[in-house]
C-alpha cells in the first residue's frame, strides 16, 4: 500500500516493542532505517541484521535522547552516512515507575518527563536541518491515549509528559509547516508490548480491556500501521492530528 523507496527514517527508542514493528515495517517499504537504543546492543544488533535482509541501508545509534550531547553525536552520525531525514518518528518513552502523587519523588518526576517529552524536543531540534529541504517530510511523535483519560491513579508524571508530547506535535505542525514540514501524532491505547514487563503485567489491565469496546489490547503493529500511514503520501492534508489507536476507547 505504501512505499518508502529512497526515504530515510529515523526512529527513535526502536529496538524493541512498538518502535521495533515500525522499523520493520518501514524497511519492508523500501526505507533506510536509522534505529535506535540506549545501552541495548544485543536487540539493536538483532534488529539491524534484520533490516538488511530486507534490503535496508540501516544504522544503528546509542545514546540517552533526553541529552543534547547524545542527540548531536545521533544527528552528525545520520548527516555523515545519509546527508538527510525525511521521517522522524519520536518513539522513545517509559513511565520509570508507578506513583501517586504523594508518591512521587522529584528526580522520577525529572526523569519521566525528559525521556518522554524533552527527548521530543532535542531530537527534533537537532533533526530539524536534516529535515529542511526535503519534500513531504514528516515528524511523526507518539503519545499517549492517558493524556486524554488521565491515565492511571498512578500514571500521574507519563501522563503529564504525554500531554506534553500531544501539545508539542500541535505547535510544531504550526511553526514547521513553511519548512514543508507535517508533524502529527499516534496515541497508542493499551498494546501488548515490552512496555507492561517493566510497568505491569498485561493481565494486571484487565480492567481497561473491559472498557475497550473491541475487548483487547492492541499489538504493535497496529501502531507501526498508524505512523506509516501518517509518514505516507496518503496523509498529505493531515497536519496537527493525533490519531488514537485505541480499539475503540475514545467512544466507550
Given at each position: 500500500m505504501y512505499t518508502f523507496e529512497k526515504k530515510v527514517v529515523w526512529i527513535t527508542g526502536s529496538t524493541t516493542g512498538i518502535g521495533k514493528m515500525t522499523a520493520i515495517g518501514f524497511a519492508e517499504r523500501g526505507a533506510d532505517v536509522i534505529i535506535h537504543g540506549f545501552n541495548d546492543t544485543e536487540n539493536g544488533e538483532k534488529l539491524l541484521k534484520h533490516l538488511k535482509e530486507l534490503g535496508?541501508?540501516?544504522?544503528?545509534?546509542?545514546?540517552?535522547?533526553?541529552?543534547?550531547?547524545?542527540?548531536e553525536n545521533i544527528a552528525k552520525q545520520i548527516q555523515d552516512k545519509y546527508g538527510k531525514l525525511d521521517v522522524l518518528v519520536n518513539n522513545v518513552g517509559a513511565?520509570?515507575?508507578?506513583?501517586?502523587?504523594?508518591?512521587?519523588?522529584?528526580?522520577?518526576?525529572?526523569?519521566?518527563?525528559?525521556?518522554?517529552?524533552?527527548?521530543v524536543y532535542l531530537v527534533t531540534k537537532e533533526a530539524l536541518p536534516l529535515l529542511?529541504?526535503?519534500?513531504?517530510?514528516?515528524?511523526?511523535?507518539?503519545s499517549s491515549a492517558v493524556e486524554r483519560t488521565g491515565g492511571t491513579m498512578k500514571d500521574l508524571a507519563y501522563t503529564a509528559a504525554k500531554g506534553g508530547v500531544s501539545a508539542i506535535t500541535r505547535a510544531l505542525a504550526k511553526q514547521l509547516i513553511d519548512f514543508n514540514i507535517q508533524v502529527n501524532a499516534v496515541a497508542p491505547g493499551l498494546i501488548d508490548t515490552p512496555f507492561h514487563k517493566t510497568d505491569a503485567p498485561l493481565d494486571s489491565y484487565d480492567w481497561i480491556i473491559n472498557r475497550i469496546p473491541m475487548k483487547k489490547a492492541g499489538q504493535a503493529e497496529d501502531i507501526a500501521g498508524a505512523v506509516m500511514f501518517l509518514a505516507s503520501n496518503h496523509a498529505n492534508y493531515i497536519n496537527g492530528e493525533i490519531i488514537e489507536v485505541s480499539g475503540g476507547r475514545r467512544v466507550s
Open positions: 535496508s541501508d540501516a544504522l544503528l545509534v546509542d545514546g540517552d535522547v533526553s541529552l543534547k550531547k547524545d542527540v513511565s520509570i515507575t508507578s506513583s501517586t502523587l504523594e508518591e512521587l519523588e522529584e528526580d522520577v518526576w525529572d526523569k519521566v518527563i525528559d525521556v518522554n517529552l524533552k527527548s529542511k529541504g526535503e519534500e513531504n517530510t514528516r515528524i511523526i511523535n507518539i
